[in-house]
């Protein structure tokens, strides 16, 4: 298998770093591409096993297999232009999040995609696949909870933007055209891959969005800065002929308290976790003769395959045709949409509503 890496950063060295915990590495062909010279030969410097070239398309100009994976280590701006011309080269694409700037582009992708029997899988998926996810899923799945109406997903830290708190040197992070947005396009790919794995809607409605950016005396002056720092929206999931209610809410920047709670109602039971950093913690609360009743348990993640190296090993096991939770051509397209429509009601006032509609059949790389 040959893994083509565009963009030798430090998300670049991360998916390096996953590479070579994969099956039969050393049989592993790694390639690298960087514009910027400094970049790339301290990418080589680290993983010597990597072939560097000068730019994309010359990297990609050998006849394509059909294993081999095109990894988009780049910031936002870039995604659609080198995604397609990797898919268009005859090979499966694994882009960072998010996946595009816009629908038009993730509609594209996605076509092309699908017309070259390729798959084409986004990074959001770090965060899915965890044992306590997994329990959430399981406790759903028993009816534990009874019947689900109600979901809580919030996440509200003070000082934390990219580009200002978080790598300031990366001041495309505040630049719309570079970005794609704030909160929603950084966070958002991750909270809605963890909503559409545990929930898996046929479809979503944004009944209600809004977006603000708070102001703070750290606000730089000598660059763009047009992104939202805090978003809410009220949303409906739809599943099996149930409409499940979702509040969401987001923030790195607010001067209110800070605070997250995700947290899952139903009629019979209700369960809280933390699908990231915080706690490995899952308590779930019930009934007992007319008592609250509570029980926490931990689910710790013993594997040496951290959430870091799931973007890799899950699109690697996909593109191998093996059962793999990648998130990858409609249902990356279906997570992308779902941001997007949180922006769009939130510029418009009007219900946002995205479908969910599978393809018939699995890819099959040949």
């Not at 595009?100 to 992708?109: G, H, S, T």
Request: charged share 25%; hydrophobic share 35%; proline share 5%.
């Amino acid at each position: 298998m040959r893994f083509y890496l565009i963009g030798a950063g430090v998300i670049a060295k991360s998916h390096a770093d996953a590479i070579r915990k994969l099956p039969n590495c050393d049989e592993i062909e790694l390639k690298v591409t960087d514009l910027n010279s400094q970049a790339l030969s301290g990418f080589v410097e680290l993983y010597p096993e990597a072939t560097s070239y000068t730019d994309a398309k010359t990297m990609l100009a050998e006849e394509a297999k059909a294993e081999d994976i095109v990894v988009i280590c780049t910031p936002p701006f870039t995604h659609y232009e080198l995604s397609k011309m990797a898919l268009e080269s005859g090979r499966n694409v694994l882009c960072e999040k998010p996946l595009v700037m816009n629908r038009q582009e993730a509609d594209e992708l996605l076509e092309i995609a699908r017309g070259k029997k390729r798959l084409l899988g986004c990074c959001s998926d770090r965060f899915i696949g965890l044992p306590k996810t997994e329990e959430i899923k399981k406790l759903i799945q028993s009816n534990a909870l009874g019947e689900v109406y109600k979901v809580t997903y919030v996440y509200r830290g003070q000082r934390s933007r990219p580009g200002v708190e978080y790598q300031p040197e990366s001041r495309w992070f505040l630049n719309r055209s570079k970005s794609g947005g704030g909160i929603v396009m950084d966070w958002g790919p991750y909270d809605f891959a963890i909503l559409n794995d545990v929930f898996k809607p046929s479809a979503i409605e944004v009944s209600s969005a809004w977006v603000s950016k708070p102001e703070t005396q750290a606000d730089p002056v000598d660059t763009v800065y047009d992104v939202e720092g805090h978003v809410g929206a009220m949303m409906k999931y739809h599943l099996d002929g149930k409409t499940i209610w979702v509040h969401y809410e987001r923030a790195h920047c607010t001067h209110g308290k800070p605070y997250h709670l995700v947290e899952i109602e139903g009629t019979k039971g209700a369960v809280e976790w933390s699908p990231y950093f915080e706690s490995d913690k899952v308590v779930y609360t019930s009934d007992k003769d007319g008592e609250v009743v509570t029980e926490e348990r931990e689910f710790v993640n013993e594997s040496n395959i951290s959430f870091m190296d799931h973007p890799i090993h899950y699109f690697y096991s996909k593109v191998k045709g093996e059962l793999s939770p990648a998130l990858t051509n409609e249902q990356a397209h279906f997570n992308f949409s779902c941001l997007q429509a949180l922006y769009d009601c939130a510029d418009t006032g009007t219900v946002q509503k995205v479908k969910h509609v599978p393809f018939e059949s699995e890819y099959v790389n040949s």
